[in-house]
């Protein structure tokens, strides 16, 4: 499950790079602009916005990419759930009158 959400979010921010020609990946964008913290206080001040930003469409793409596969696996529980009911359940052609 860990690995299907890393190749998800590895495809979404690539997709999302190709479509919109810009670094979708707002990881790296947190990560830059944490070190830019430590070089310099005045960094951090001016990229504080941007870090919020970033991280704030970051969490909410691996949330929604979460709920996702979570809503596909629980579709194939449910259609597994289905087939066993239909197997289990006599055919009603054989009763026709």
């Known amino acids: 499950m860990i690995h ?3 190749v998800a979010e590895r495809t979404h921010f690539a997709r999302a ?10 990881f790296n964008l947190v990560v830059n602009s944490t070190n830019s913290h430590f070089n310099s206080e005045t960094g951090s001040h ?3 916005a941007q870090v919020k930003v970033g991280s704030d469409k970051a969490n909410k793409d691996a949330i929604g990419i979460t709920n996702l596969l ?3 696996q629980q579709l194939g529980k449910a259609r597994d759930k ?10 009603q052609s054989g009763n026709k009158q």
């Open 4 to 6: 299907n959400l890393r």
């Open 46 to 48: 001016m990229l504080g």
């Open 82 to 91: 289905n087939k066993r009911f239909r197997q289990l359940t006599p055919s």
């Open 70 to 72: 979570f809503g596909i």
């Open 17 to 26: 790079l190709y479509e919109n020609q810009t670094n979708a990946n707002y």
